[in-house]
Every structure is written in structure tokens, then in C-alpha cells.
């Protein structure tokens, strides 16, 4: 289902920071993920949150940071010192299962998606 509302992306320099949100719609699932996908290329994993603990991919660790906001029932992807290799469409993925049950770095575990928000990231 495509019922989450990505928002935040736009335009950006190297080195600069944005902040995405994923609104749930009144809902509280217990594990989002963020996902990227550049042009030509396959939609990879960044980060995601589950039960309280992160997950992030390499290429963006130490950069990005994942929250959730509970009761506004959104997530947040923060995203620091940007770089060029970081432009893509940036997706929000969203499920009722935890860690324990599924690997929050795939896509395939989320039953709940968003239509996506462009990043681009300029030198």
C-alpha cells in the first residue's frame, strides 16, 4: 500500500544537511525504513528503525540518522555533510513486524510504502 507521505527533499549543495519526514497517517507501526533509488540504478536500503533499535547502511553511516517521533506518528531521516553520490528519489517504507520477525534492510518486509521525495545533492 502506498499510504505513507514522504516530505523534506529538495535541492542542496555538498556538505549541507536535510531533514526527511514520513508521515504514518495516524498509525504506529513498529518498524519504518528508508530507502534510495538513483537513476538506472535498483532502490537500495539507507536506514531503518525497529523497536527502538537503527539500522543503517555503510555509505551513509556516520551521516544520516533515523527517528521516530511517536506521538506524531513520524519518522525522520537527518541527513548530514550530504554528498553528490547521495542524490536519488528517497522512499519510506513502513510495516507492523519488528526486527525479530524481518530484516529491515529489505525491501520485501515492508507491506506499507510512500511515493517518494527527490533528493539532489549538487557540487
Known amino acids: 500500500q502506498e499510504d505513507l507521505v514522504e516530505s523534506g527533499g529538495g535541492l542542496v549543495q555538498t556538505g549541507d544537511s536535510l531533514r526527511l519526514s514520513c508521515a504514518a497517517s495516524?498509525?504506529?507501526?513498529?518498524?519504518y525504513g528508508w530507502f534510495r533509488q538513483a537513476p538506472g540504478k535498483e532502490r537500495d536500503f539507507v536506514a531503518a528503525?525497529?523497536?527502538?533499535?537503527?539500522y543503517y547502511a555503510d555509505a551513509v553511516k556516520g551521516r544520516f540518522t533515523v527517528s521516530r517521533d511517536n506521538a506524531k506518528n513520524t519518522v525522520y531521516l537527518q541527513m548530514n555533510n550530504l554528498k553528490t553520490e547521495d542524490t536519488a528519489v528517497y522512499y519510506c517504507?513502513?510495516?507492523?513486524?519488528?526486527?525479530?520477525?524481518?530484516?529491515?534492510?529489505?525491501?520485501?518486509?515492508?507491506?506499507?510504502r510512500g511515493q517518494g521525495t527527490q533528493v539532489t545533492v549538487s557540487s
Open positions: 517504507a513502513a510495516t507492523f513486524r519488528t526486527w525479530y520477525v524481518m530484516r529491515p534492510e529489505a525491501l520485501n518486509s515492508y507491506d506499507h
Open positions: 495516524g498509525r504506529t507501526f513498529s518498524t
Open positions: 528503525w525497529s523497536g527502538g533499535r537503527t
